[in-house]
């Protein structure tokens, strides 16, 4: 039961945007932008973005040498630079944006362990920055000297740089987006979870926290950016969920020989240090079958794997207490690219970021907000 001033005043929108992420907070405040006058909602299900935007380990990264190497494999030398060049100036707009303070990002270069049945990804460093030259104007990857220094084990043999990586808080970057939708006059509802949407005529079914009150919304246009979960509003989609894995140790206690950010694995394994702790994530694919799932559940196999590596390659004989583990649920596809297209009469997604949502999120909101501006 809705009063008169509730039906007047929150029903009805120029533009509602299904998911309050990177993504979703992007294309509002884009298209707030270019439309002052527009009335703009956001819509989430969860109190915080359900998906993987602060739930990301807070690499500012664009991919590591394997995982160019890989992607190489998969994909044309062209396609591969489009989406180097993509999340790297990605991340320079966010900085751009919002300011470094404001991110607390860090320009703390990115490492990558290489084990002895990697070491063939030494051979084609050079042809790897040849190829990233156009976008960087300079070398990305470099062997690192003196590698022991950083005391990793003894199945560490090569250690590559990385100097245009960094690392930032995801909570400060989301509580940037915050603050400038606010500016801008965007309302954002939480605890709305969405049931249907009628992409040609602009009606979103939902449902309140408590699923006991179907609200029903309208707008002459919507974006869905649901990632992960948009197969349950578009069945069409091939995108599949990719969930991750993250442990967060107690206060170490001993001193850190490394600082940076860290990647192992086809870039599938990270860490890095927040707060004197070490931060341990991924390996998705020691499990992939396992982690296609939109359940935010950890998979025993996988913390295992993560535990191992940290006693036994990161900090070697160290015993390591952890103190908090949680998941994210990521978007993937055999493209890596992300989908930004009309999917009806009133209706645009953009979807699909790869595990990339810190680096292109921003960019591909506004990308999304030009689309809807023509629908």
């Known amino acids: ?14 533009l509602i945007v299904v998911g309050s992420g990177f993504v979703g907070l992007s294309t509002a405040i884009h298209y707030k932008k270019k439309h002052p006058k527009a009335n703009v909602l956001v819509l989430e299900r969860g109190v915080f973005p359900t998906g993987a935007s602060t739930k990301n380990a807070g690499f500012a990264c664009f991919g590591s040498l394997t995982e160019i190497l890989d992607d190489l494999g998969q994909m044309t030398q062209d396609e591969v630079l489009g989406l180097v060049e ?14 470094d303070k404001n991110l607390d990002y860090a320009p703390s270069n990115g490492y990558e362990l290489l084990e002895e049945s990697q070491l063939q990804a030494v051979d084609q460093m050079d042809a790897v920055n040849k190829l990233l030259q156009p976008v960087f104007k300079d070398a990305v990857f470099s062997s690192l000297k003196n590698p022991e220094k950083m ?23 989301m509580t940037s987006l915050w603050k400038l939708a606010q500016q801008e006059g965007i309302r954002i ?18 449902e309140d926290a408590a699923g006991e009150t179907i609200l029903e919304f309208k707008a002459k246009k919507i974006a869905i950016c649901t ?10 989609s091939a995108i599949r969920p990719g969930r991750g894995l993250i442990l967060l140790s107690e206060p170490l206690g001993f001193d850190i020989p490394w600082k940076g950010t860290f990647h192992m694995d086809k870039g599938y394994v990270y860490f890095r240090q927040v707060d ?14 396992g982690e296609e799932s ?29 103190d908090i583990e949680w998941t994210g649920i990521m978007a993937f596809d055999k493209i890596k690219s992300p989908i930004i297209q009309q999917v009806g009469i009133k209706t645009a997604v953009a979807v699909r970021l790869g595990g990339m949502g810190v680096a292109i999120g921003w960019q591909v909101g506004k990308e999304l907000s030009v689309l809807l501006s023509k629908l």
């Open 276 to 289: 004197g702790r070490l931060l341990l994530g991924g390996a998705r694919n020691v499990d992939f079958e």
């Open 294 to 322: 939109t359940d935010f559940l950890v998979n025993p196999k996988i913390k295992s794997h993560l535990e191992k590596l940290a006693t036994e390659v990161i900090f070697p004989e160290k015993t390591i207490a952890w």
């Open 189 to 206: 509802l939480t605890g709305v979870s969405v049931c249907e949407i009628r992409k040609d005529e602009g009606i979103i079914l939902s």
């Open 86 to 99: 993509r999340r790297y100036r990605g991340l320079k707009s966010i900085r751009k944006q919002f300011g």
């Open 1 to 14: 039961m809705f009063s008169y001033w509730e039906k007047k005043h929150f029903f009805d929108y120029d």
């Open 227 to 236: 990632n992960a979960f948009t197969k349950k509003l578009l069945p069409e």
């Open 151 to 173: 005391r990793f084990s003894d199945q560490v043999k090569v250690i590559v740089k990385n100097k245009f990586e960094g690392e930032l808080d995801p909570g400060r970057y």
